[in-house]
């Protein structure tokens, strides 16, 4: 059993679906877990729930905020591991695709994975350790039709965790990803009954993913198992991506 006790997390997105899940798990295995989200009652809910973990209402596309609220939360506590995972959804077709769908897909899926790690960096390199985790997916792998904006986030969180894999690897922090396939979260629920059957026959496991699924994987690379793993992108897809 993977035991995390004496460490501290933080998970992005944390008030629901996959971050949700990942913040459970990281806490069972032992982990202090700092939640983070914009919803302020379902984080209400979810700390009590973790034992009154530790929470912080903010908007990661908010760079001065993020810095400010990650300042409150250094002076209180060393982290250890660090999961950004918040993300959003705008589909459209390129052609139909509003100026707002193209950035606040870009602001909060890939630009405030910069500025979030930004902040917590500098004691990660201090201490000479650390774990970040980056949550993707396979739609930034393989593309898809009427998601090139998120398609395109996603990507772009590959190649920033790649380039800093290589930037502090020499000073024992792991950067790696996890790239999610189709996830039943409140992201995919409203998928038509077609358009599910029609990704399930692409997965060779014939099945959909859950969160717990992914949050295995966060636990796993957050773990001393995965020390000797770094610039990875995991693909927890079911094979639906190969």
Do not use: C, H, W
């Amino acid at each position: 059993m993977i035991d995390l006790t004496g460490k501290t997390a933080i998970v992005t997105g944390a008030s629901r679906g996959i971050g949700k899940a990942i913040a459970e798990k990281l806490s069972e295995a032992g982990a202090k877990v700092i939640l983070i989200a914009r919803n302020e009652e379902r984080l209400k809910e979810l700390a009590a729930k973790l034992g009154n973990s530790p929470y912080f209402t903010l908007d990661i596309t908010d760079r001065e905020k993020v810095k400010e609220v990650f300042k409150e939360i250094q002076k209180q506590y060393d982290i250890d591991i660090l999961v950004n995972n918040a993300g959003i959804t705008r589909d459209n077709i390129l052609m139909m695709m509003k100026d707002n769908e193209i950035e606040s897909v870009i602001d909060t899926n890939l630009k405030s994975i910069f500025y979030v790690t930004k902040q917590v960096l500098r004691k990660m390199l201090k201490k000479r350790s650390g774990r970040i985790i980056n949550i993707t997916s396979v739609i930034g792998l393989m593309g898809n039709p009427g998601q090139s904006n998120y398609a395109a986030s996603k990507a772009g969180i590959i190649g920033f965790t790649k380039s800093l894999a290589k930037e502090i690897g020499s000073r024992n922090i792991t950067v790696n990803a996890i790239a999610p396939g189709f996830i039943e979260t409140d992201m995919t629920k409203d998928l038509s009954e077609e358009t599910k059957k029609a990704m399930l026959e692409t997965i060779p496991l014939k099945r959909t993913g859950t969160p717990e699924d992914i949050a295995n994987a966060v636990l796993f690379l957050a773990s001393d198992l995965a020390s000797y793993i770094t610039g990875t992108v995991l693909n927890v897809s079911g094979g639906m991506y190969m």
